[in-house]
């Protein structure tokens, strides 16, 4: 991490779940999340896929999605660790679909230089984390 005055450059994961519908095909943020690491990105997408599509999706697509959250995991795993994006897709009935996407980015995580991230202010050492 390089630390400029009151910034620090962070790797991170962007995750995004999407919806797109035939009718204009126009994606749809559905959720918009970062995440501080690989781990993290998956295990979200992983609870979004099973929360977001059993329900909606045909009874093929929901196997392909279980086998996924179950097994293909792995895949984004190795794709996101050379550092490509990766996507997961899931038809649901009357051709829309649900993108679930990760891909690794770098931003700026701004900090106030007297008061590290790890460290709460003085009027707030009473309180916990």
Not at 32 to 47: F, G, H, N, Q, Y
Not at 54 to 76: K, S
Request: charged fraction near 20%.
């Amino acid at each position: 991490m390089a630390r400029l005055a009151g910034a620090t450059l962070t790797v991170g994961y962007w995750c995004e779940a999407l919806l797109r519908r035939p009718q204009d095909g126009n994606p749809k943020p559905l959720a918009l999340s970062m995440m501080p690491d690989v781990e993290c990105a998956i295990r979200l997408t992983r609870l979004r896929l099973r929360g977001d599509s059993p329900f909606a999706a045909t009874p093929a697509e929901l196997e392909r999605a279980l086998q996924w959250i179950e097994f293909g995991w792995i895949q984004a795993l190795g794709a996101l660790g050379r550092g490509e994006p990766y996507c997961f897709t899931v038809v649901l009935p009357r051709g829309a679909q649900l993108e679930l996407s990760i891909r690794q980015v770098r931003y700026l995580a701004l900090t106030d230089p007297a008061h590290p991230a790890h460290e709460l202010p003085p009027a707030h050492k009473g309180l916990t984390a």
